[in-house]
């Protein structure tokens, strides 16, 4: 199977120039997956940041979302409390570390260590619209849950 990619230049800047630049794990991976950079204990039932040691100049018309790596939540019990992060294009200056927002759902404390893979970036295309205000829509198909269970 062939895969079709684009490739974009994105510029970034490593807080501690020890860990590893990002990496796609096998060629066909859509996200990159990003580390912690200091050793952080989240109690349980709490939130924390992690930070993610990078500062990411999104490339204009792309955003820029975060998600948990797909074991993370099995292996920590950690998960996004608000699901994806999304990094607007003009985070990104000195200060604005990527942060992952983590929900331990745990009994008992979890440890990141430094350097651990938890979450992804993955960069997607946006496009901001110009809204045109209508006074009917037409026919509407139900509302919420209308087509199933």
């Known amino acids: 199977m062939e895969t079709s990619t684009q490739t974009l230049n994105v510029r970034i800047k490593r807080i ?7 990496t796609y ?8 997956d990003l580390l912690c950079r200091v050793e952080t204990e989240v109690a349980p039932h709490q939130l924390a940041l992690l930070p993610a040691n990078l500062i990411v100049a999104t490339p204009p018309g792309y955003m820029l979302m975060l998600t948990m790596r797909s074991s993370t939540a099995r292996r920590k019990g950690l998960l996004m409390p608000n ?6 294009q003009d985070y990104c ?27 992804q970036g993955i960069f997607v295309p946006i496009a901001q619209v110009n809204w045109q205000e ?8 139900g509302g919420f849950g209308s087509t199933g269970v």
């Open 134 to 141: 209508i006074e009917q829509v037409g026919q509407g198909r």
């Open 16 to 22: 501690d120039t020890e860990l590893p630049l990002p």
């Open 25 to 32: 794990a096998t060629a066909g991976s859509v996200g990159f």
């Open 93 to 119: 200056g000195e200060g604005d570390e990527l942060m992952i927002s983590v929900y331990n759902f745990r009994d008992e404390a979890v440890t990141v260590l430094r350097g651990e893979r938890v979450a």
């Open 83 to 88: 699901g994806v992060g999304i990094i607007d």
